[in-house]
T-cell receptor
Framework: GNSVTQMEGPVTLSEEAFLTINCTYT??????LFWYVQYPGEGLQLLLK?????DKGSNKGFEATYRKETTSFHLEKGSVQVSDSAVYFC?????????????FGQGTRLTINP | SAVISQKPSRDICQRGTSLTIQCQVD?????MFWYRQQPGQSLTLIAT?????????ESGFVIDKFPISRPNLTFSTLTVSNMSPEDSSIYLC????????????????FGEGSRLTVL
């Protein structure tokens, strides 16, 4: 079935550092890919998405590119802020098998120090 | 995007009791999903609830433990039955647009979640 593998956490960075959180997936067909963010004590929010190969999703300075050849969707940000401290989840939905289900990676806890 | 309201937002429950979580959406949706997030873990799909039919449960989840109702296109309930401390989790209701297979972009939107602590 479909699956998502994320970079192990936790990740701790200093403010203004460059961020990469790796995400790879396994799926049949052409799924949509997502990054969700969960701030402390809050619900899950959609951060960005990409629906086909070579699409780049972007929001709030974060970017991720749908790479079909490497089955990856790595999250990047050029200069992180303390307010970016949260748990980040990579997810996929669609393809062929289990098309209606949103499948999540294990999550990566990010802490940004001032 | 849809606005999703869940009740209760949190509760402390005694072992052996049952609790029903309500999910209200501000628009009509075909599919609603119930997820569980155990402490420090990712989200796991419990079941998919379609209006007018039985919920479809994922492997490891059964109707007797997690009965679901879907009486109309804007509302659903999830009951956690005969609770034990292992059921302490955040339970999240989710709805979304059409999947890619159906011509949409596939994102799901989530409620704030219901945080249950079982003593």
């Amino acid at each position: 079935g479909n699956s998502v593998t994320q970079m192990e956490g936790p990740v701790t960075l200093s403010e203004e550092a460059f961020l990469t959180i790796n995400c790879t997936y396994t799926a049949t067909g052409y799924p949509s890919l997502f990054w969700y963010v969960q701030y402390p004590g809050e619900g899950l929010q959609l951060l960005l998405k990409a629906t086909k190969a070579d699409d780049k999703g972007s929001n709030k300075g974060f970017e991720a590119t749908y790479r079909k050849e490497t089955t990856s969707f790595h999250l990047e940000k050029g200069s992180v802020q303390v307010s970016d401290s949260a748990v980040y989840f990579c997810a996929l939905r669609g393809g062929v098998q289990g098309a209606q289900k949103l499948v999540f990676g294990q999550g990566t806890r990010l802490t940004i120090n001032p | 995007s849809a606005v999703i309201s869940q009740k209760p937002s949190r509760d402390i429950c005694q072992r052996g009791t049952s609790l029903t979580i309500q999910c209200q959406v501000d628009s009509q949706v075909t599919m609603m999903f119930w997820y569980r997030q155990q402490p420090g873990q990712s989200l796991t799909l419990i079941a998919t609830a379609n209006q007018g039919s039985e919920a479809t449960y994922e492997s490891g989840f059964v109707i007797d433990k997690f009965p679901i109702s879907r009486p109309n296109l804007t509302f659903s309930t999830l009951t956690v039955s005969n609770m034990s401390p292992e059921d302490s989790s955040i339970y999240l209701c989710s709805v979304g647009g059409a999947s890619k297979l159906a011509g949409g972009t596939g994102e799901l939107f989530f409620g704030e979640g219901s945080r249950l602590t079982v003593l």
